[in-house]
């Protein structure tokens, strides 16, 4: 059996502000001290947002700056129904969202407790401890948000269950 490859897990739960990221750049919030002023939070938090929008293909680092990557750059062109179609499409194919969804998929239930959530997270990512707690309610968070786009998905603190569609 191969390696288990580890998956990088979001840390940012607004996926308003993340929605808003690629907006902000193209403003010239480009650094995470400029972003940070943006949302009034410190750096650290800002980090987490360039860090997601990373994860979703919408930016590249360059040094110390971040800058829109061509799909970035498409998506600030576009009309804001069409930038939701972007970030759901994107936050899809993001490993660990995916593997969530294929779990629910294959559930009986076809639910997980938030138990099994963390289990596959940590399993996937190598992170354990009080960390694991916080990438859980992250990705709650967008799966949360998938779910209300889209009908597919409702959230508990402590349960993600797929539905049928609307």
């Keep these: 059996m191969g390696e288990t490859k580890r998956l990088k897990i979001p840390q940012a739960d607004n996926v308003s502000k993340i929605q808003d990221v690629p907006l902000a750049i193209e403003d010239g919030f480009n ?10 939070f410190d750096r650290r938090q800002a980090l987490y947002y360039l860090q997601a929008a990373l994860l979703l293909g919408l930016v590249v680092k360059r040094k110390s700056r971040y800058l829109l990557s061509g799909l970035g750059r498409q998506y600030v062109n576009l009309t804001p129904g069409k930038r939701k179609e972007i970030i759901l499409r994107r ?12 779990e629910l998929f294959v559930s009986p239930s076809r639910s997980l407790t938030r138990e099994r959530i963390v289990a596959i997270v940590s399993y996937r990512s190598g992170i354990s401890g009080t960390t694991i707690a916080r990438r859980v309610r992250s990705i709650l968070s967008w799966l949360t948000w998938i779910g209300e786009e889209t009908g597919t998905l409702r959230v508990s603190r402590e349960r993600v269950l797929l539905v049928a569609s609307p």
């Design 91 to 102: 936050m899809l194919t993001c490993s660990v969202i995916a593997s969530i969804i294929i």
């Design 31 to 40: 650094t995470p001290e400029r972003l940070s002023l943006r949302y009034s």
